[in-house]
């Protein structure tokens, strides 16, 4: 078991140490909201335990604490982003909302952005169109971590790739899925504690299969469903690399490292407005029969339920906002002596 902490109190330090860095506070307080509600739905791997990669990246002048994001509409129904290599988090907010801007004029709104940093979880964005009755798209490229389906070298990144559909009770269908067989935070939550990871995860930097978490983060992780995995993170490398100007492959920079060089992260975001296709009545009565149909099939051997996409997150999530959210000790103290040395107060356990 971790440190239970409040959804509100995490916010509230997290701003704090962003405003702290250097961060304007609105986007302070955009970016703390995005790493809390990821987790919230359980998902540390981009939660808070990012945070002081961040603020690393910003005292060390990798990333621009005021950076100004700026947005051009090129055509009736797309745009682009330039995010001043500013967190990815205030990018990706500022990206979203103008596709879905996009898609009430023209039906269907596609933003790409560039010159960003790691933007958290994939799902955050996406239900934003949820929340506004749109299905939501949204993607990023990453520093290298896949190799070429028959290498042994990365060079493509994990590359997420979420989807969210609104349906009638405001909890969306929601996919969020990296295209390694594993989320790379995963392996470096497990580098941090020193545990091994699963037989199957990753690669060292010879091509060997590996359980040291550490010698996977030098090497490579394997992507998911083998050939075909490694196609879907291409396609999300062209949409969020070069589609949008951005680097691609090797060419993105870690904030994991020691380096001043901006990452360069590339995102892609797409929001589709249903009520242009179909009645909004009728898309969600279909939607929830196709939902209900699943959920009522006969179950495998082993299994006491059919779980939809994103509704372990949901549980987590209303769990958690009772309760509190779990954290590691190690994640709580990292975040402590941040504060002291930003001069802010700590949390208060």
């Known amino acids: 078991m971790g440190i239970s902490v409040t959804a509100q109190d995490l916010k509230t330090t997290c701003t704090c140490l962003l405003t702290g860095a250097g961060v304007p506070d609105k986007a302070a307080a955009q970016c703390a909201e995005v790493l809390v509600e990821a987790d919230l739905e359980g998902t540390n791997s981009h939660g808070v335990m990012r945070l002081p990669i961040y603020l690393a990246a910003i005292e060390r002048g990798q990333l621009d604490p005021r950076g100004i994001v700026r947005f051009e509409q090129t055509a009736a129904g797309t745009g682009r982003v330039d995010g001043g290599n500013t967190l990815g988090q205030v990018v990706g907010v500022a990206a979203m909302k103008a596709a879905i801007e996009l898609a009430k004029e023209a039906g269907v709104g596609s933003v790409t952005a560039c010159n960003s940093n790691h933007y958290g979880a994939a799902a955050f964005y996406t239900h934003m ?9 949204s993607a990023t490229n990453s520093p290298p971590a896949l190799p070429a389906w028959g290498g042994r070298e990365a060079y493509l990144g994990t590359n997420p790739l979420a ?16 295209l390694s067989v594993v989320a790379r935070g995963k392996i470096i939550q497990a580098a941090k504690a020193n545990r091994p990871i699963p037989s199957g995860w990753a690669v060292d930097k010879d091509g060997r299969e590996t359980i040291d978490a550490r010698a996977a983060l030098a090497g490579a992780l394997l992507p ?15 949409l969020c690399g070069v589609l949008s100007g951005a680097a691609f492959g090797p060419h993105v920079n870690s904030i994991l490292e020691q380096d001043t060089n901006p990452a360069n992260v590339g995102h892609w975001f797409m929001a589709i407005d249903t009520k242009r296709f179909i009645p909004q009545d009728i898309f969600l009565a279909q939607l929830e029969g196709l939902m209900a149909e699943l959920k009522a099939t006969s179950l495998a051997e082993g299994f006491s339920q059919i779980r939809l996409p994103g509704e372990r997150r949901a549980v987590t999530r209303t769990q958690q906002l009772a309760s509190g959210i779990q954290l590691p000790e190690e994640t709580i103290s990292a975040l402590n002596q941040w504060a002291v040395r930003l001069g802010v107060k700590p949390l208060d356990l």
């Open 163 to 178: 989807l969210a559909f609104p349906t009638t009770s405001g909890q969306p269908l929601s996919i969020d899925l990296s």
């Open 129 to 137: 169109a949820a929340r506004a009755g749109m299905i939501g798209i």
């Open 224 to 238: 998911l469903g083998g050939a075909k995995g490694f196609a879907l993170a291409l396609a999300v490398e062209v």
